[in-house]
């Protein structure tokens, strides 16, 4: 799941493509940083409109991604029976649904914590976190379900815990994302076995997935990340529960 989105990068359009891809150019830091592409100052104001530019995006289906394909393209579109579809179609909108939590919960830390030393690091985190976000939007429509309704509360609320995780200090806003991706991971492990076999494009996304979601709790613990205290884990997989609950109906 995930949005680290403290980078936004230079938007490149592909005719037919439907989709918008993006090169991996650090363009507009959130945090009032000299851009080193044009030696610009970004105001306070640049910063909130591209926090609603970052807010839009995420919530309407247009976020911008990495030069990465789908790992679905070029994959058969699998028979499936009407339970089979209904239950694929359904466990892609939760998948989606926490990555518009992800976003949120970034771009919340972005509001409140300035982490220059690990931004590099982390560059490639966040865009990748916005391909998840296109995948599973993707598939989930191409198995004719449509995203949660209550998208808006998953990045509004995640937004106001990133902002109080940012607060707290980087080591613990990179030990939140660290923890947070681990979890992703299990959940990615449950949804495989749930997946009908034969779904070949669903289980290759969410394969993807799993696989930049360790990879990325690797480098926010290596960032500096803070292991959380176990009551923090057990609430955040509390939250993470209910959520997918309602995300699977709604």
């Not at 690990?118 to 391909?131: F, G, I, S």
């Not at 884990?233 to 309602?246: E, F, V």
């Amino acid at each position: 799941m995930g949005g680290l989105v403290w980078y936004n990068v230079r938007q490149r359009s592909e005719r037919g493509s439907g989709m918008h891809k993006a090169r991996a150019l650090p363009l507009l830091p959130h945090w009032g940083k000299v851009c080193p592409m044009n030696q610009r100052r970004y105001t306070p104001l640049d910063q909130v409109i591209q926090h609603i530019d970052v807010g839009l995006r995420t919530l309407l289906g247009q976020p911008r991604i990495t030069e990465r394909s789908n790992p679905a393209d070029g994959l058969p579109e699998a028979e499936l029976t009407g339970s089979e579809r209904d239950l694929a179609g359904r466990l892609m909108r939760v998948n989606h649904a926490g990555e518009v939590a992800a976003q949120g919960l970034y771009e919340g830390q972005a509001l409140t914590a300035k982490l220059p030393d690990v931004r590099k690091k982390m560059e490639r985190a966040a865009q990748e976190e916005n391909d998840h976000l296109a995948w599973c939007e993707q598939r989930a429509k191409a198995l004719g379900c449509h995203v949660s309704y209550l998208n808006p509360l998953w990045y509004f609320g995640s937004l106001g815990i990133g902002a109080a995780t940012g607060l707290a200090g980087d080591k613990w806003s990179l030990g939140f994302v660290a923890e947070t991706e681990k979890q992703v991971t299990r959940h990615l492990d449950e949804h495989l076995a749930r997946l009908p076999p034969h779904d070949r494009k669903s289980r290759a996304i969410l394969k993807q997935m799993r696989e930049d979601e360790a990879h990325h709790a690797t480098v926010a613990l290596e960032a500096g990340g803070a292991r959380l205290p176990v009551p923090v884990k057990k609430l955040m997989g509390l939250t993470s529960k209910m959520m997918t609950k309602l995300a699977f109906r709604l």
